[in-house]
């Protein structure tokens, strides 16, 4: 049998051709499941699961690296808070209004604006700024992609990125009141290689610091909702002379408010 040969210009096509559809063959049959093994994230966090598969890949690749290879890591919570869960959760989806609400409270002095949708910048008047991105939310889950720098008197800038998860839950309690429970999980990753190795050898120190640190804006809206629940009226006196509110969430808020407070005061003998 004589040998197969390719001669001159037209085999060299016909080999091309059939290289490129084998290639492309591979990659309709083994395409999809290649992709979903891109850039794994656990779907189990801190003993809750979360619905990362529902991520898209572009995402996923943007937040493996920070979970996967954090230089610090922390979780806060179950933390229970006595408001309605769409209370809750308008006040942590608005920040721009819950910082406005705290300043009136005297609880801090916090600035956010909105950069786009599922976007803000947050400054926490104490050296750090951030860029937040919501990646996903559902009724009960929330992922964010935090992207921000601290200036301190140690170090004079520090640039980090970080990724939180966030899991909101009703509870049922015999009294039948509105209570909530919140749980945290933050992977934060410093872009400096040297600070980075300084943390992991300093962890148990200062691992909770960077925590609260980057989930700041978290813990704002965690204050905000424990004043609310204390003293619904009093919010609501305070809520006309906040300007920054306008009149489409001044409505929302009073009935959200006014519903909190109708609960309390069947509550209270």
């Not at 600035?111 to 803000?120: L, R, V």
């Not at 629940?229 to 006196?237: F, G, H, S, Y």
């Amino acid at each position: 049998m004589r040998p197969f040969r390719f001669h001159g210009r037209t085999a060299a096509i016909s080999l091309l051709w059939c290289v490129v559809t084998v290639l492309t063959a591979f990659t309709l049959t083994a395409g999809p499941e290649s992709r979903a093994e891109t850039c794994p994230i656990a779907a189990e966090q801190g003993g809750i699961k979360f619905p990362v598969d529902r991520l898209s890949i572009d995402t996923r690749c943007l937040l493996e690296p920070i979970v996967n290879r954090a230089t610090t890591s922390g979780q806060i919570g179950p933390v229970p808070m006595p408001i309605q869960q769409v209370l809750y959760e308008y006040l942590l989806d608005r920040p721009v209004i819950t910082a406005s609400m705290v300043e009136r409270l005297g609880l801090g002095s916090y600035q956010f604006s909105m950069k786009g949708p599922n976007q803000f910048w947050g400054n926490d008047g104490e050296g750090t700024q951030s860029l937040v991105t919501l990646v996903y939310h559902d009724r009960t889950n929330r992922i964010y992609y935090i992207d921000g720098y601290h200036e301190g008197q140690i170090f004079p800038l520090v640039r980090a990125t970080a990724v939180v998860f966030v899991r909101i839950v009703p509870q049922s309690t015999p009294e039948d009141h509105p209570v909530i429970e919140t749980s945290l999980l933050a992977y934060t990753k410093l872009n400096d290689p040297m600070l980075s190795a300084l943390v992991h050898l300093l962890k148990p120190l200062i691992g909770d610091a960077v925590t609260r640190k980057l989930t700041k804006a978290f813990d704002v809206t965690n204050q905000l909702g424990l004043q609310i629940a204390k003293d619904p009226a009093r919010i609501i006196q305070e809520l006309p002379s906040l300007s920054k509110i306008g009149p489409d969430d001044q409505r929302t808020l009073l009935s959200l408010l006014q519903a909190l407070a109708h609960q309390t005061s069947r509550e209270t003998p």
